[in-house]
């Protein structure tokens, strides 16, 4: 059995923990952004690229969360069919918006990005394709559970489909090495360390870490708000028993 | 120095950060409005129950009870 902390498993913990962590993670978030917005706005123009370098502080972050929040929602899904962990489903459930919302950010911004670099808003290569199918993976997941009416049966045939969807994480982050792609190769998260100058380094980690406090804040809120849907689901059928 | 003169690229690069403005308010507004939304229905159909408990006439005594 995974040891999960009792604050993860316990709902009563978890209400009491997500009180104080959500506004934490959010405050964090707006400082990060702060900082992150100042120094990308004070960052040269790229020689090649001009002022579009800018849109990589809030493209390249939407992109990483997009997998970031899909292997979230995969590893509570994995939890919640495995060792039907109430709150994990609860955690899958709540990832699911968000993760569609960090991915259509993604998809936009980039075509936004890709029109007066590349000559194109979209094409059919490889990285684009496979995030667009990661897209629609969360919009599946999202459709599945509002289909079914039993929510048990809908918890659980979503979370199959979500570990389905794990198979794609390593196709989008592979995808430049793998097909000939307009996108290049990884630039930062590399063994022989970051490719990218400093001056677009720094602000781009800042706006990362923004988004994933942001999210962080946004996860927990909408894990509150599932636990208080389900407690009011449980008094709705209670009350009409009695 | 700030430096938002983003010309010739001002028409790809602001709509882009209008957009993330954009999704960030709408993943706040619906995260809180879902939130508050079950909170109170959660607190009112609570509220109903606990009436309803106190309502209930007390239960005879059974017959054990019974000298």
Same mark, same amino acid.
């Given at each position: 059995?995974?040891?999960?902390?009792?604050?993860?498993?316990?709902?009563?913990?978890?209400?009491?923990?997500?009180?104080?962590?959500?506004?934490?993670?959010?405050?964090?978030?707006?400082?990060?952004?702060? !900082?992150?917005?100042?120094?990308?706005?004070?960052?040269?123009?790229?020689?090649?690229?001009?002022?579009?370098?800018?849109?990589?502080?809030?493209?390249?972050?939407?992109?990483?969360?997009?997998?970031?929040?899909?292997?979230?929602?995969?590893?509570?899904?994995?939890?919640?069919?495995?060792?039907?962990?109430?709150? !994990?489903?609860? !955690?899958?459930?709540?990832?699911?918006?968000?993760?569609?919302?960090?991915?259509?950010?993604?998809?936009?911004?980039?075509?936004?990005?890709?029109?007066?670099?590349?000559?194109?808003?979209?094409?059919?290569?490889?990285?684009?394709?496979?995030?667009?199918?990661?897209?629609?993976?969360?919009?599946?997941?999202?459709?599945?559970?509002?289909?079914?009416?039993?929510?048990?049966?809908?918890?659980?045939?979503?979370?199959?489909?979500?570990?389905?969807?794990?198979?794609?994480?390593?196709?989008?982050?592979?995808?430049?090495?793998?097909?000939?792609?307009?996108?290049?190769?990884?630039?930062?998260?590399?063994?022989?360390?970051?490719?990218?100058?400093?001056?677009?380094?720094?602000?781009?980690?800042?706006?990362?870490?923004?988004?994933?406090?942001?999210?962080?804040?946004?996860?927990?809120?909408?894990?509150?708000?599932?636990?208080?849907?389900?407690?009011?689901?449980?008094?709705?059928?209670?009350?009409?028993?009695? | 120095?700030?430096?938002?003169?983003?010309?010739?690229?001002?028409?790809?690069?602001?709509?882009?950060?209008?957009?993330?403005?954009?999704?960030?308010?709408?993943?706040?507004?619906?995260?809180?409005?879902?939130?508050?939304?079950?909170?109170?229905?959660?607190?009112?159909?609570?509220?109903?129950?606990?009436?309803?408990?106190?309502?209930?006439?007390?239960?005879?005594?059974?017959?054990?009870?019974?000298?």
């Amino acid at each position: 059995m995974i040891p999960v902390p009792a604050f993860l498993s316990n709902p009563e913990r978890f209400m009491a923990f997500s009180r104080w962590a959500a506004p934490m993670f959010g405050a964090l978030a707006v400082i990060l952004a702060l !900082a992150g917005l100042y120094l990308g706005f004070t960052a040269p123009e790229d020689y090649q690229q001009g002022d579009t370098v800018r849109i990589m502080f809030i493209h390249v972050p939407a992109a990483w969360m997009s997998m970031f929040v899909y292997a979230c929602l995969g590893t509570a899904s994995f939890l919640s069919l495995v060792f039907r962990h109430a709150l !994990a489903d609860a !955690a899958a459930q709540a990832a699911a918006p968000l993760g569609a919302a960090f991915t259509a950010l993604a998809l936009i911004t980039g075509s936004l990005w890709g029109r007066p670099m590349w000559g194109a808003w979209w094409v059919w290569d490889a990285r684009m394709t496979s995030v667009l199918v990661l897209f629609l993976f969360y919009i599946a997941y999202m459709a599945l559970r509002a289909a079914l009416d039993d929510e048990t049966k809908a918890a659980r045939a979503a979370a199959i489909l979500a570990l389905v969807g794990l198979l794609n994480l390593p196709i989008v982050k592979f995808s430049v090495d793998w097909w000939n792609s307009l996108h290049q190769g990884a630039s930062v998260f590399r063994f022989d360390g970051p490719t990218v100058a400093d001056v677009f380094l720094y602000p781009l980690i800042l706006m990362a870490l923004a988004y994933m406090s942001a999210f962080g804040s946004l996860w927990l809120l909408r894990i509150r708000g599932e636990v208080w849907r389900r407690r009011a689901e449980a008094l709705a059928q209670r009350a009409a028993r009695a | 120095m700030l430096d938002f003169d983003a010309s010739p690229y001002g028409a790809y690069v602001w709509p882009a950060f209008a957009i993330t403005a954009l999704v960030f308010i709408g993943m706040i507004v619906s995260a809180f409005s879902h939130a508050r939304h079950w909170r109170a229905r959660t607190e009112a159909l609570r509220q109903i129950a606990e009436q309803a408990e106190a309502a209930r006439p007390p239960a005879p005594p059974s017959e054990a009870h019974v000298p």
